[in-house]
């Protein structure tokens, strides 16, 4: 099934491209729906095509050498994984793997770099995609380097504990992606956290009890 321009220029990736350009891209984009648990793209396999997230959610691991399993990302609506290796030629930098259904709007990597080459402003929004990949990455590594796991969790349940589950149902292997850790490891420090005081589990989230202690442990 194919994809219109209309919903091409409903992602941020190519909301600001000419309509020339979105009629070009429609053509060669097509439509492909996953139930739960499917896998797009197997990590070092070569890229075949560029996937943009249209609706659901992807999960983005690796396998170590041991064989653990290591959760990069959780990516959602606007989101496309594989521009990097559709760019330099290179393997799938991770497997990809549906959680929940998910529409993806797809475009074989050759045509995708021959529109590249003739649409400037398409060019410009893979480079600026990039580089807003590169600023997450570089914030991740600095917290890394600079933060302990138990600092991180706190500055992220600051910023998402009381969040709704309808708003955002985040589990313990999402929160893991987003800090850069292992979710045995929030698991853990979570319960350090409800065991001292700092949080309480109510009806299908989280909710902070000592905002000053989650603030100090954040290092606020």
Partial sequence: MGVSV???????????????????????TS?????????????????????FIAKGLVRMHQVSPEGRDYVLAHLTAG????????????GSLATLETLG????????????LALMRRHADLAL?????????????????????LHTVRARLARFLL?????????????????????GTIRDVVGRSLRAFAEEGLIRRERGRLVIVDREALQREAGF
């Fill in 6 to 28: 209309e919903e091409l220029a409903k992602l941020p990736f190519f909301a600001g491209l000419s309509q020339g350009a979105l009629e070009e891209i429609a053509r060669v």
């Fill in 31 to 51: 439509r492909r729906e996953y139930a739960s648990g499917e896998v797009i793209v197997l990590e070092g396999d070569p890229c075949q095509a560029v996937h």
């Fill in 79 to 90: 989101e496309c994984p594989d521009l990097g290796p559709a760019l330099d030629g290179a």
């Fill in 101 to 112: 259904k998910t529409t993806l709007y797809v475009i074989p990597c050759d045509r995708f």
């Fill in 125 to 145: 929004a893979a480079a600026t995609y990039l580089a807003s990949q590169l600023r997450r990455v570089s914030r991740l590594a600095r917290d890394l380097a």
């Fill in 159 to 179: 910023t998402h504990a009381e969040e709704s589950p309808a708003q955002h149902r985040w589990t313990q292997e999402m929160i893991a992606a987003q800090i």
